[in-house]
């Protein structure tokens, strides 16, 4: 009997470490959609700027 609750915790144990692996995981998943986001309507309004300069310097 007294194996069976060792066994027991070792899963539950090991259920709640990769939990924990799998929400770390979504976390930094999400954190670096943000940030290619970010960057991407960042490179977006630069290019936009970039693109307005040139044309007031041609005209």
């Known amino acids: ?3 069976r609750v060792f066994a027991l915790a ?3 144990e090991a259920y ?3 939990i ?3 929400h770390a995981a979504l976390v930094d998943a999400e954190r670096t959609r943000r940030v290619a986001a970010m960057a991407d309507a960042d490179f977006q309004t630069n290019a936009t700027c970039f693109s ?3 044309g007031r310097r041609i005209v």
């Open 1 to 3: 009997m007294r194996s």
């Open 10 to 12: 070792e899963f539950a």
């Open 16 to 18: 709640r470490d990769q």
């Open 20 to 22: 924990e692996h799998d």
């Open 52 to 54: 307005s300069e040139a």
